[in-house]
């Protein structure tokens, strides 16, 4: 079992002895520990094995520390952490990949009509050629928390989506990597050549776009209405009240569970399509700072609610990652 400290305690040690206080009881009084109590917050500065916390605090005081560890056990100021330990289950359940194939394209057949659907579709300029200096982007890249609410160019908002989580501007044909897998080429890695993570996005103030979800096709390099817009309180509170009202645009990324060709690695098929969304959102951020534009890398979501108004259908689809770009305040950290 993992222990940690309640919630709201505070400790405090005077000379030899330690008071241990909580919001909602009668604070505990430790005569003559107050070592062996400061040892003991050095040690729970994060969750600990109570084994491990045991045999720690026992090299301080042999005699005291099974004691003093039973005690705040009985009176709640320890209680199980048991977090980590499911995350451990987590990770432990995708560290082995399955060796399926890849299946045809025409048994994901949702994935198929989102790529294929082109009712309202907005075709996007050409990506234009863009000379950014790695270094310099990298060294400028903040996360942004005060944006101008100025309108986006339609051709940065096709370079930013084209070099961010499309094909970019390579000349070649594209072509699946793997066999019955979507488009290939594409400007960011994916486990197993399967793109796994999707796009959609919300312009708040791109010229001559108007505001609601779209869904970005990556071949035909174009967005498509998917669900109508919100009001910009609605929206914020979608995004947990991050200061994005005055932004650019807003990218979501998202997982369709469903999809049969993430059967080719089993669980691990989770990890891999994080591991892709930090990947596209890495491009999406370098690209935005070159552009001169500021980002603000967002997770604290609410991930129903907005895979919902985003049209998707939550839990199998849902929005995994979210990006709010736009011009940054005047002085804002970007």
């Not at 520990?33 to 720690?56: D, I, K, Y």
């Not at 989506?161 to 019955?180: F, Q, R």
Request: hydrophobic share 50%.
């Amino acid at each position: 079992m993992m222990l940690r400290f309640a919630d709201d305690v505070r400790i405090r040690v005077y000379a030899d002895d330690g008071i241990v206080e909580c919001a909602d009881r009668p604070p505990l009084i430790l005569a003559h520990q107050g070592t062996l109590l400061s040892n003991l917050v050095v040690l729970l500065q994060s969750p600990r094995p109570e084994v491990w916390l045991r045999a720690a605090l026992a090299r301080v005081d042999p005699v005291s520390a099974n004691g003093l560890i039973d005690r705040l056990v009985t009176e709640k100021m320890l209680v199980p952490w048991s977090l980590g330990a499911r995350l451990v289950d987590l990770h432990l359940r995708t560290t082995v990949a399955s060796e399926w194939a890849a299946v045809s394209p025409a048994v994901e057949t949702s994935r198929i009509l989102r790529e294929a659907q082109c009712a309202g579709a907005i075709s996007l300029p050409a990506p234009a050629p863009a000379h950014i200096d790695l270094m310099a982007v990298l060294n400028a890249r903040r996360s942004c928390r005060a944006f101008h609410d100025a309108p986006m160019r339609l051709s940065q908002f096709a370079t930013l989506l084209a070099c961010g989580v499309g094909l970019g501007s390579d000349p070649e044909p594209p072509a699946p990597l793997v066999p019955g897998g979507p488009v290939g080429r594409r400007t960011y890695p994916s486990g197993g050549g399967l793109y796994a993570v999707e796009t959609l996005v919300y312009p708040l103030r791109v010229e001559d776009v108007s505001a609601g979800f779209y869904s970005y096709q990556a071949l035909a390099h174009r967005i498509v209405p998917v669900a109508a817009p919100r009001p910009a309180d609605d929206l914020v509170v979608l995004l947990g009240n991050h200061p994005i009202e005055h932004a650019s645009v807003i990218v979501c990324l998202f997982v369709d569970f469903a999809r049969p060709s993430l059967g080719k690695y089993g669980e691990k098929a989770y990890r891999l399509a994080l591991l892709e969304a930090g990947h596209m959102a890495q491009n999406v951020v370098l690209v935005a700072t070159g552009l001169g534009y500021a980002a603000l890398p967002i997770c604290g979501f609410d991930d129903a609610a907005l895979s919902r108004a985003a049209a998707l259908s939550f839990p199998h689809e849902a929005i995994v990652y979210v990006l709010a770009l736009g011009a940054p305040a005047h002085g804002a950290d970007a």
